[in-house]
């Protein structure tokens, strides 16, 4: 059973940086898309970066040139780095995967528990 287990939140003053991972356990026979989300009190979540297999990346508006996301593929891990951060990301962040667990399998969804980003001075 693939479980991800993520890691690198914690509170951060404004301008400041935060690396968060999430590294997918278990049998996975092949990742499509590895995502980030976060969910701020009171908001719906909503979809912050995104890798393909292929390598193509996307962003929200609101935090394109302040956060990359990465991935090693032979660890299954997804990375986001985030600089330049603001108040107004304050969130749990959750990390996402669609991937197959064998080759004939359907793709499924895989979330991780959530990790808290608090920025404030």
């Known amino acids: 059973q693939v479980q991800l287990v993520e890691s690198g939140g914690g509170l951060v003053q404004p301008g400041g940086s935060l690396r968060l991972s999430c590294a997918a356990t278990g049998s996975i026979f092949t990742i499509i898309i590895m995502d980030w989300y976060r969910q701020a009190p009171g908001k719906q979540r909503e979809l912050v970066a995104r890798i393909t297999s292929g390598a193509s990346t996307n962003y929200a508006d609101s935090v394109k040139g302040r956060f990359t996301i990465s991935r090693d593929i032979a660890k299954d891990t997804v990375y986001l780095q985030m600089d330049s951060l603001k108040p107004e990301d304050t969130a749990v962040y959750y990390c996402?995967?669609?991937?197959?667990?064998?080759?004939?399998?359907?793709?499924?969804?895989?979330w991780g528990q959530g990790t808290q980003v608090t920025v404030s001075s």
């Open positions: 996402r995967v669609l991937g197959r667990e064998t080759y004939s399998s359907r793709p499924s969804d895989y």
